[in-house]
């Protein structure tokens, strides 16, 4: 029987981590511990978690550790979990419906199979509208990998599970000075080896906070150019369509400019040359109006 682990990375989160902590204990099933890894929190969330640890209502691990970002946060609770477990990631302003263990770790057992890396449900709005990609509706079960989903319905938010032997192997990549990277970048890295089973089945609900990484968008990303590239070299797959390609490869050099980022054969990160030369002016172009975004 694999293990469910519910992994919560949190940063000065503290009431909605309460709030979490609510909604868990209303779920059907217990059978789950919660990995809490606080990436550097001033705001009393420590002193609260060893509280609920101490009500002993459901299995709760803290780990505390310096702030580097959701990322890092994640390789931290990848490098503490055993073999033979599944992680669900849910955030801290995000919650389960009532069935929504329950509903995973079915879905866990299902699909435990070798090629399998990870399993992806929907969430809704607080509204009871389903979080859905911009081409079209999820409403069967597929097996696949991040590329060909995105293609066939689009990239959007929901909640992402992985099979602990994934996790040993892909995390997140981590570089001095930043803190955040594409959230998908293990899906799209995994793509070789294992695939993701998609699920039209709603466990939960996203409610995105003002101050949130939803929220902050463009300049989030802006300030982490070393992540961004590589997150665009992995969209600058041939899995990708090529519209799709070019965006990435534009955005590419406009990150490396933005971020005066020292590459000694930039022309190398692209995956042919076509596509690097096709891509240079827009990036360019490009560069100087993420710079008026940078400073305003």
């Known amino acids: 029987m694999t293990e469910l682990i519910v992994v919560t990375p949190t940063y000065n989160r503290k009431e909605l981590i309460e709030r979490l902590y609510k909604?868990?204990?209303?779920?059907?099933?217990?059978?789950?511990?919660?990995?809490?890894?606080?990436?550097?929190?001033?705001?009393?969330?420590?002193?609260?978690?060893?509280?609920?640890?101490?009500?002993?209502?459901?299995?709760?691990e803290y780990h505390y550790k310096t702030n580097g970002g959701k990322g890092k946060a994640l390789n931290y609770a990848?490098?503490?979990?055993?073999n033979d477990t599944f992680l669900l990631i849910v955030d801290?302003?995000?919650?389960?419906?009532?069935?929504?263990?329950?509903?995973?770790?079915?879905?866990?057992?299902?699909?435990?199979?070798?090629?399998?890396?990870?399993?992806?449900?929907?969430?809704?709005?607080?509204?009871?509208?389903?979080?859905?990609?911009?081409?079209?509706?999820?409403?069967?079960t597929i097996v696949s990998n991040r590329y060909e989903y995105n293609n066939l319905y689009g990239q959007h938010d929901g909640c992402i599970g992985y099979y602990s032997h994934v996790v040993k192997k892909y995390k997140y990549p981590e570089f001095d000075n930043e803190t955040y990277i594409g959230p998908t970048v293990i899906q799209l890295a995994m793509s070789q080896e294992f695939n993701i089973v998609f699920t039209p089945q709603v466990i939960g609900v996203a409610e995105y906070q003002p101050n949130g990484l939803t929220?902050?968008?463009?300049?989030?990303?802006?300030?982490?150019?070393?992540?961004?590239?590589?997150?665009?070299?992995?969209?600058?797959?041939?899995?990708?369509?090529?519209?799709?390609?070019?965006?990435y490869a534009i955005s590419v050099w406009a990150y490396l400019q933005l971020g005066e980022l020292s590459v000694a054969k930039p022309i190398q990160?692209?995956?042919?040359?076509?596509?690097?030369?096709?891509?240079?002016?827009?990036?360019?172009?490009?560069?100087?109006?993420?710079?008026?975004i940078k400073n305003s």
């Open 23 to 60: 909604n868990l204990l209303n779920q059907s099933s217990y059978n789950f511990k919660w990995l809490i890894i606080d990436d550097g929190s001033t705001d009393g969330t420590e002193a609260y978690v060893q509280e609920i640890i101490e009500s002993n209502q459901i299995v709760i």
């Open 78 to 82: 990848f490098e503490l979990v055993e």
């Open 92 to 140: 801290s302003d995000d919650t389960l419906l009532y069935d929504g263990v329950n509903k995973v770790k079915k879905s866990v057992e299902e699909f435990a199979k070798e090629n399998i890396g990870a399993i992806f449900f929907l969430y809704e709005f607080t509204d009871g509208k389903k979080i859905l990609g911009s081409k079209k509706e999820l409403n069967t």
């Open 215 to 247: 929220k902050k968008g463009r300049k989030l990303r802006i300030n982490n150019p070393k992540g961004m590239v590589y997150y665009a070299e992995l969209q600058m797959s041939s899995k990708n369509k090529f519209l799709v390609r070019l965006k």
């Open 269 to 292: 990160l692209f995956p042919n040359k076509k596509l690097a030369l096709l891509s240079y002016l827009p990036g360019m172009v490009l560069s100087k109006r993420w710079k008026q």
